[in-house]
């Protein structure tokens, strides 16, 4: 009995040790009125052995979450709800409506407008800055871009390739010079005028002897401001000129210059032949200048850009023109019979001087050179292993032409024109003076 007595006492203690020590616990998390909540001792009978039972006591729950106070709105009016984006309708024609505050586009001026701020700024410039201002605003319309798609089949594959340059209008016809060399073996020509409308053209007919091309395009003709012409005959070495075109795509660049000399010789398209009467200045002109206008200072044009002379491919000060007058018979020839056929005197330079043009060279065995026209030659010699060129002179001297039958020429130019007038196998009357004298070579045209 006092080992049982023992042993209820003992765990009497230990209860008593954790109960106390469960209620410190619950002290120090709950508020002071759950103080005495935890496992206590209860008010009922004893058990058998004497001892009150040990009951749980109620569930425990946390205390609450203090929330934080409400925030009170700080402006005095609120901001106005966000608009939420309205579904497009289903009506094609309907628009949206433009807010009031919305920006606005400022409308065009009218051409009135315009042309009395154009006026004013013209009358601010100096007298020298105006010129070249009212030649580009008159001319730049009549220049055009010329863009061409040239496609090559070989055995197993094509290969296209893209070219550009620039080309003149000629008429309200839609009719376009420009350059053989620019359009030749082009598949596709495409022309852009001034406002940015694109056409295809079609190739009408070519001169490669003088590097001249026509094409046409079908566009209203208030869209085409024709080229007025001019005179090459009367151009003097130093004058000034201007250059328009489109050089590396850059449209209706306009750049200035003089008449370095005049009846030069170029190379032409088509092989072995040369290109006779050919302007040369020192205006600007780069890939892609091909086909532009060369205009006085009066605004005509006195010849149609045609090549460079440069190491590099660029500007290097040396440009080539196609004089007016060959261009405007060329193209007559063109319109009316398709295709040019012209006869050759063989004198392919002679040199301008106040009593006649010299023959500084004419060709071997040709038609001149058959004749007897005392002229220079270019000689071949063969000396292994290269061949040496070199230009001799008659030993009698030059003779010295001063007319084709009977009419009198006194320009390199004029010379050509009447040359070109008669078909091979024709026979002209070259008037040359000989020996201080005046006399008649029969030529017959090759």
Sequence with gaps: MRNKTFQ?????????????????????????????????????????SGYPPLIPSPRLTPPP?????????PFSTPLPDVPQEEEPSATPKSKPKMRDDAIRLKPKANDAVAQEDYHKQLAALRPEERVPVEIYTARNKSVVNVSTL???????????????GSGIVLNKAGVILTNFHVISDASKVEITLF????????????????????????????????????????????????????????ERTMTRGIVSNLNRSIGSPQMFRQ???????DAA??????????????????GMNTAIASRSGENAGIGFAVPVNTIERIVKILLEEGKVVRGDAGVVKVTETDSGLTPVLIDVEGAADKAGLRGGKVIIEKAFPYNITRVTQPEEGF????????????????????????????????????????????????
């Excluded at 230990?14 to 508020?31: D, E, I, R, T």
């Design 8 to 48: 209820y006492l003992i765990a009497a203690l230990l209860g008593a040790c954790g109960v106390l020590g469960f209620q410190g616990l619950v002290n120090n998390s709950l508020p002071a009125q759950n103080s005495r909540q935890g496992f206590s001792i209860g008010q009922d009978a004893p058990d058998a």
């Design 65 to 73: 979450i203090p929330r934080p106070p409400r925030f009170d709105f």
């Design 150 to 164: 040239e496609t090559k089949t070989y055995r197993f594959f094509r290969e296209t390739a893209e070219g550009s």
């Design 195 to 250: 406002n940015g409308q694109s056409y295809e053209a079609k190739v009408l007919a070519s001169d490669p002897n003088t590097d001249v091309a026509i094409v046409k395009i079908d566009a209203p003709a208030d869209d085409l401001i024709p080229i007025e012409f001019g005179d090459s005959s009367k151009l003097l070495v130093g004058q000034t000129v201007y250059a328009i075109g489109n050089p590396f795509g850059l």
């Design 275 to 281: 290109i006779k009467g050919v302007i040369q200045f």
């Design 285 to 302: 002109i780069n890939p892609g200048n091909s086909g532009g206008v060369l205009l006085d200072s009066k605004g005509l044009m006195i």
């Design 399 to 446: 003779d010295l032409i001063v007319g084709v039958n009977g009419q009198e020429t006194i320009t390199g130019e004029e010379f050509i024109t009447a040359v070109e007038e008669h078909k091979p196998g024709e026979t002209i009357i070259l008037n040359v003076v000989r020996d201080g004298k005046l006399i008649e070579l029969p030529i017959v045209l090759k």
